[in-house]
């Protein structure tokens, strides 16, 4: 999608929900830089929410 990760709208939702947008913009980043490493490696992206929430199943301890 073009609006997956758009961090404007993110951070904006984040913000109603007083979310701690520190942590938010440094597990956006990790979590570009996994999704990018995937991708180089010739691994599927994740095309939907589902696939991309059992992408992120090993990580669930450091993106909480």
């Known amino acids: ?3 997956f990760f758009n ?3 993110l951070f ?3 913000q109603l ?4 947008l520190e942590d938010l913009k440094h597990e956006v980043h990790q979590t570009k830089r996994l999704l990018e490493r995937r991708e180089k490696s010739g691994g ?3 095309s939907n929410l589902l ?4 992408f992120l199943e090993p990580y669930k301890e450091v993106f909480h």
């Open 1 to 3: 999608s073009s609006t």
């Open 12 to 14: 904006a939702f984040a």
């Open 51 to 54: 696939e991309f929430v059992v």
């Open 17 to 20: 929900y007083e979310s701690d």
């Open 44 to 46: 599927d992206i994740p």
């Open 7 to 9: 961090e404007e709208p």
